[in-house]
């Protein structure tokens, strides 16, 4: 007779080394997350008021250098520089979860990788569907497809709820699977008029990089220049500059050597994550998220079949991509759901997800070069992440009494050495009674 496998808790206790690395990179983005608010809100502020021709000619005016084609307006420095310094750490991210995180083994990566997959179909096939019944364009089908992690963790931070480490790592994971979307769809679909001089002169720098780590060179007088010679040499590519970003991050070591306090990728990204989610990203925002708010704006969102498919996308299709994902994926990979949670928490975190401010500004862009038609597809990115949050906050601050008592129990450390106690006592994942 078959002894029957056991079935694996979903959203369970992490490991300890685990949990100490979300951590890190949560706490980082949480405060880059509220830094971002205050960006976005800026720019909207700024863009709406009698100063507004200001905030234009700033966002327009050119600076770089012409011959080495980098002649670029402030707004695609943002966009096209600093937004590599965000996918550089993406890339770290990604690769980490690839080689010690969530996603090293099959049985753990298929939760996330699923629900993401179904977070990402299911907004585009909404975006679809809509704009072909109301006979608008395909173009911006991939707009709502992103989850904004950083802005999603700001607002946890506002509301004040204590989520579970597990849930945030989900989100933190499925934020990650997201951006390697995200990556891949705008090398793909966003890219024309290739030169491949300059595709190939990227090519050799990245292989130039990777043979700098696998021969164990240090020092960041070698990386930083030929970093910004790739970044340099994909932007003249044709490709998204960011591009080169997320491949860097890639290339980095990960595993340490018996001689090293830390790998490669830790200390990159311990030194760049914070100029990343603080600054680099705000300053995106403060260029992208100016958008006019007038009553004729507003009605665009609702009236134009193209804003109207990306906030349906955002603040439907999400939801139910990531609901639904999560819920086949248990199902069928033999695993139950924590009986601390309930299907309702799957929900709420589902419903956060819904917030994609800064890789659907950055598509949006690029899907729709009219300024115009950009301008309404950024004001829905808007309006659909905030009635996210919004939904979120509300459907989550339910829960927050027993997201308190988790927490709580997570962190209890009685005997202070520094671990929690719950991972000393093998009480596992079940550590308070059934409060559903």
Not at 220 to 247: Q, R
Not at 293 to 302: I, K, Q, T, Y
Not at 428 to 436: E, M, N, T
Request: hydrophobic share 55%; net charge neutral; glycine share 10%.
């Amino acid at each position: 007779m078959t002894q029957e496998r056991p079935r694996r808790a979903v959203f369970g206790l992490l490991p300890w080394p685990e949990r100490q690395a979300i951590a890190e990179a949560l706490r980082t983005e949480t405060v880059g997350g509220l830094v971002l608010l205050a960006a976005a809100v800026v720019a909207l502020v700024w863009a709406n008021s009698p100063w507004s021709g200001a905030y234009e000619s700033v966002r327009d005016f050119h600076l770089g250098i012409p011959a080495l084609g980098l002649d670029l307006s402030v707004g695609h420095w943002t966009a096209d520089g600093l937004l590599a310094v965000f996918f550089l750490v993406a890339g770290i991210e990604l690769k980490r979860e690839f080689v010690v995180g969530e996603l090293r083994t099959p049985a753990t990566a298929a939760l996330p990788v699923v629900a993401a997959l179904c977070g990402m179909a299911v907004p585009a096939a909404l975006y679809t569907l809509t704009v072909t019944a109301g006979g608008g364009s395909t173009d911006g089908w991939a707009v709502p497809m992103a989850t904004d992690i950083a802005f999603a963790l700001a607002v946890l931070a506002v509301i004040s709820t204590h989520l579970p480490s597990a849930l945030r790592a989900f989100l933190l994971t499925l934020a990650v699977v997201d951006d390697l979307g995200a990556i891949l769809i705008i090398a793909v679909f966003f890219t024309s008029g290739l030169n491949f001089w300059a595709l190939g002169g990227a090519f050799a720098g990245l292989v130039l990089f990777h043979a700098l780590q696998r021969f164990r060179v240090r020092g960041w007088w070698w990386y930083v220049p030929l970093g910004i010679a790739i970044w340099a040499l994909t932007y003249n590519s044709g490709i998204h500059a960011t591009v080169a970003g997320v491949a860097m991050g890639l290339i980095l070591r990960t595993t340490r050597d018996k001689d090293e306090k830390t790998s490669p990728a830790a200390r990159v990204s311990h030194l760049v994550h914070p100029f990343s989610a603080g600054v680099a990203v705000p300053l995106f925002a403060l260029f992208a998220a100016g958008v006019g708010v007038s009553g004729e704006a507003l009605r665009h969102v609702f009236t134009d079949v193209e804003p109207l498919a990306v906030l349906i996308g955002l603040v439907v299709g999400k939801v139910l991509g990531i609901f639904l994902g999560t819920y086949l994926a248990a199902r069928f990979t033999r695993a139950e759901l924590n009986p601390d949670l309930a299907w309702a928490d799957v929900f709420g975190l589902a419903t956060l997800a819904g917030i994609g401010f800064t890789v659907a500004l950055l598509i949006g862009e690029l899907a729709f070069p009219d300024p115009a038609r950009a301008e309404h597809v950024k004001a829905a990115v808007l309006i659909g992440s905030l009635t996210a949050a919004a939904l979120a906050a509300l459907l989550l601050r339910r829960r927050n009494r027993l997201y308190k008592q988790l927490y709580e129990a997570e962190n209890r450390d009685d005997d202070h050495d520094g671990i929690p106690d719950i991972y000393q006592t093998g009480t596992g994942s079940h550590v308070l009674p059934d409060h559903r």
